[in-house]
């Protein structure tokens, strides 16, 4: 982690702060630029305290062409410290105030950098009357239903204690590797919720025969057979049944595929492919809190220059959300944690590109690097984009209102509009 996240506050400088720009980060869920002091400033703050904390950097501009990079070091004035603490007092409740550094700059600015430690947060932190959470590249609102959610499986306000709403991490459960080898989309539907003390924390053989008897029932099989493959790889052999990946599984975690081939490793991008991956993960240790983890994905490996339409990727995004909602999640519930646990807590969606060899690199070791949805995906139909928008991934939180009414559909499809929009496109025009 860079120093400018949780070195001391005396040693952060101009230096530190030089270097850390020189990164060229784009913005996520735990960094924001902001040129000066705003409510979308305070609403990062928050969010970050409801989330997985994080800094923001306020007196950096965004990049002017390429968007939540940063830009031009402009400053603030040395009074904006100030400011920002009395704007937090006057508009977070509980009140609290993050840890704010100011870095002088040539003059009378200064950058100050915010940081948001969540486990100095004293309680779950509301802005203006809602709750704040952090999505990707942004913040998002909470609805009631998704908060009552997480605090049905086990976290409370009055103790305390933090609600952490995480996305599927990349590094824990990679399906995306950084090599040709790796697929070209995912398209994930993810659940991670808190485990209360005494449930299962170890997948043993009874657990695992019964995990098992439903996921080799599970519907993509089907889907990936009947609908999806003769659009994507019609020259493929037909999806295999549901096996269990064993050099990935154990008695914390459990991942079986079905696919259009016996090894992911046979799928360069000179042969197109399709692959459904069931994860389930348990942490934690007996006596402590602990976390379940159970994700749906269905993988597509492209020829160069193939592409598919965003109506097959719709498609799929609504295949992943409705079986892991209706029928993998309640079956998991039931087994890990009994039917106090078959409220259905919040999903979220994404959609990401697998990885481009990098420019100017020797061929004999090549380097990759995070590509793009439009190398991928047709895109016609949706309008143009401005320039320099990119789609280079998209992740949103589905209602859960919708989710708990039973309209799947309609949840995925709000989801899928919010990243048409950050991507530039106008909803609803398809």
Not at 380 to 395: D, K, Q, V
Not at 418 to 424: Q, V
């Amino acid at each position: 982690m860079h120093p400018l996240y949780n070195a001391d506050a005396s040693q952060i400088n101009r230096e530190v702060l030089d270097a850390f720009l020189s990164l060229r980060l784009a913005e996520n869920r735990t960094l924001e630029y902001k040129r000066r002091t705003s409510d979308t400033t305070l609403e990062a703050i928050a969010g970050m305290a409801n989330t997985d904390g994080g800094i923001v950097l306020v007196g950096v501009d965004e990049d002017a062409v390429e968007p939540e990079f940063p830009g031009e070091l402009v400053g603030v004035s040395l009074k904006e410290r100030e400011r920002l603490v009395n704007q937090i007092a006057g508009s977070f409740e509980p009140i609290w105030t993050p840890e704010i550094i100011p870095v002088p700059l040539n003059g009378d600015k200064a950058v100050l950098v915010v940081r948001v430690d969540r486990h100095m947060v004293p309680s779950v932190t509301a802005f203006k009357g809602y709750l704040p959470i952090r999505l990707e590249a942004r913040t998002a609102k909470a609805d009631l239903r998704m908060m009552a959610g997480m605090l049905a499986q086990g976290d409370s306000w009055a103790d305390g204690q933090q609600i952490h709403l995480r996305h599927s991490p990349r590094d824990r459960y990679p399906v995306i590797g950084d090599s040709e080898a790796s697929p070209s989309i995912v398209v994930r539907a993810f659940i991670s919720i808190p485990l209360r003390v005494g449930t299962l924390r170890r997948l043993g053989s009874k657990a695992q025969r019964s995990l098992r008897s439903l996921i080799v029932k599970l519907r993509p099989a089907v889907y990936l057979n009947y609908e999806l493959g003769p659009r994507v790889c019609p020259d493929q052999l037909p999806c295999r049944g549901w096996e269990l990946q064993r050099d990935y599984s154990d008695s914390r975690r459990l991942r079986y595929w079905t696919g259009t081939s016996a090894d992911v490793a046979d799928w360069p991008h000179t042969t197109p492919g399709l692959r459904a991956d069931c994860l389930i993960a348990v942490e934690g240790e007996p006596g402590l809190p602990g976390r379940l983890d159970v994700g749906l994905d269905i993988s597509y490996w492209l020829q160069e220059n193939q592409k598919v339409a965003w109506q097959d990727i719709e498609e799929s995004a609504f295949q992943v959300t409705d079986t892991l909602v209706g029928d993998l999640y309640p079956g998991v519930a039931d087994v890990i944690g009994g039917k106090g646990y078959r409220v259905t807590p919040p999903v979220e969606l994404y959609i990401e590109p697998g990885p481009k060899r990098a420019k100017r690199q020797s061929s004999e070791s090549p380097r990759y690097e995070r590509g793009t949805l439009d190398a991928f995906v047709d895109f016609e139909g949706l309008g143009s984009r401005p320039i320099g928008r990119t789609p280079s991934a998209g992740r949103e939180f589905l209602s859960s209102e919708l989710i708990s009414d039973g309209r799947v559909g309609e949840a995925v499809t709000d989801a899928l509009d919010l990243m048409i929009l950050d991507w530039g496109h106008a909803p609803g025009s398809q």
